[in-house]
Nanobody, 125 residues
Framework: EVQLVESGGGLVQAGGSLRLSCSAS????????IGWFREAPGKEREAVGC????????YYADSVKGRFTISSDKAANTVYLQMNSLRPEDTAIYYC??????????????????WGQGTQVTVTS
C-alpha cells in the first residue's frame, strides 16, 4: 500500500525556518516524483516544488525560490522540504504527493496519484 506521511510542521516566527519531512512507503523514490503543495484557508492548493524520481531535478514556485529547498534521502525513503526565511504568507497546510510527473506538469495537482494527510505550518509576524 502506498502511503505518504508528512511531519515537521509547527508555529514559527517570520524569518525562521522549518524542515518538513515526507516519509514514503509502498514504493521507492526512484518510482515517482514527489511534489510539495500548500493550501491556505480560502485559497486553492498551490504547488511549492517538486523533486524528480531519482532526484534528477527539482523545480520551485517563484514565490519560494531561493528560500525553500527540496532534497531526498533514498535510504530513508524520505523527501524533505527545508523552508528558510519564512513569511506569514507561507502559512498553510503543506502536503506531499507522489506521481509519474512529466517535468512540464509538475505543478498540476491532477498528475499526482497519492497524497499525504498534510501538516500545518503557521508563520507569525
Amino acid at each position: 500500500e502506498v502511503q505518504l506521511v508528512e511531519s515537521g510542521g509547527g508555529l514559527v516566527q517570520a524569518g525562521g525556518s522549518l524542515r518538513l519531512s515526507c516519509s514514503a512507503s509502498g514504493f521507492s523514490l526512484d518510482d515517482y516524483a514527489i511534489g510539495w503543495f500548500r493550501e491556505a484557508p480560502g485559497k486553492e492548493r498551490e504547488a511549492v516544488g517538486c523533486i524528480g524520481s531519482g532526484a534528477d531535478y527539482t523545480y520551485y514556485a517563484d514565490s519560494v525560490k531561493g528560500r525553500f529547498t527540496i532534497s531526498s534521502d533514498k535510504a530513508a525513503n524520505t523527501v524533505y522540504l527545508q523552508m528558510n526565511s519564512l513569511r506569514p504568507e507561507d502559512t498553510a497546510i503543506y502536503y506531499c504527493a507522489a506521481g509519474s510527473v512529466e517535468t512540464g506538469g509538475w505543478g498540476d495537482v491532477g498528475v499526482y496519484d497519492y497524497w499525504g494527510q498534510g501538516t500545518q505550518v503557521t508563520v507569525t509576524s
